[in-house]
């Protein structure tokens, strides 16, 4: 089956540092590549998706790159600002099909 | 547009008892996805319901069910509430298209404690 694998977190970091959180996952088909972000109390919104090999999603500076050969999907940002400061999780879905598989995201904290 | 809709917000059931959960999807969606989010287990796939038809299922009990309006609308319900159930639940909807990576949209969620 499929499954998702994200770094460990908590993740802290100073405003202005470089971010990258990994994310690798299994699937037997060919599936499409997510990012969500999850904000206190929120529900989960898209941050940037991909659905072919050496696709970038980008979005609000996040950046990921769909690497079929390292079956990977890394979450990186040049600069973190206070406001990133949520949970992200990393996900991915079967090719025409609506059911996403989650990794057990990773909680970044900004300091200022 | 709006977003997608849940109610209630929040709530507090006693274990045993049954509730059941709405969610309004964007207009013009016509897949609608729930999930339960604990601390414990992360995020897990309920079920898919695409033109009133249940597509996809996850491995729940079969006291989770679930069903779709020809509005689109959805309800989800859980009988027979375990303390185990407390979670959030999210709902999504996407303009189901085919093919890859159809956006899925999610709502705030319905916080449901078991006490």
């Known amino acids: 089956g499929n499954s998702v694998t994200q770094m460990e977190g908590p993740v802290t970091l100073s405003e202005e540092a470089f971010l990258t959180i990994n994310c690798t996952y299994t699937?037997?088909?060919?599936?499409?590549l997510f990012w969500y972000v999850q904000y206190p109390g929120e529900g989960l919104q898209l941050l940037l998706k991909?659905?072919?090999?050496?696709d970038k999603g980008s979005n609000k500076g996040f950046e990921a790159t769909y690497r079929k050969e390292t079956t990977s999907f890394h979450l990186e940002k040049g600069s973190v600002q206070v406001s990133d400061s949520a949970v992200y999780f990393c996900?991915?879905?079967?090719?025409?099909?609506?059911?996403?598989?989650f990794g057990t995201g990773t909680r970044l904290t900004i300091i200022p | 547009k709006a977003g997608v809709t849940q109610t209630p917000r929040y709530l507090i059931k006693t274990r045993g008892q049954q509730v059941t959960l709405s969610c309004s999807p964007i207009s013009g969606h016509r897949s609608v996805s729930w999930y339960q989010q604990t601390p414990g287990q992360g995020l897990q796939f309920l079920f898919e319901y695409f033109s009133e038809t249940q597509r996809n299922k996850g491995n729940f009990p079969g006291r989770f069910s679930g069903r779709q309006f020809s509005n689109s609308r959805s309800e989800m319900n859980v009988s027979t509430l375990e303390l185990g159930d407390s979670a959030l639940y999210l709902c999504?909807?996407?303009?189901?298209?085919?093919?890859?990576?159809?956006?899925?949209?999610f709502g705030e969620g319905s916080w449901l404690t078991v006490v």
């Open positions: 991909a659905t072919k090999a050496d």
């Open positions: 996900a991915l879905s079967d090719f025409g099909n609506e059911k996403l598989t």
């Open positions: 699937a037997t088909g060919y599936p499409s």
């Open positions: 999504a909807s996407s303009f189901e298209q085919g093919g890859a990576g159809n956006t899925i949209y």
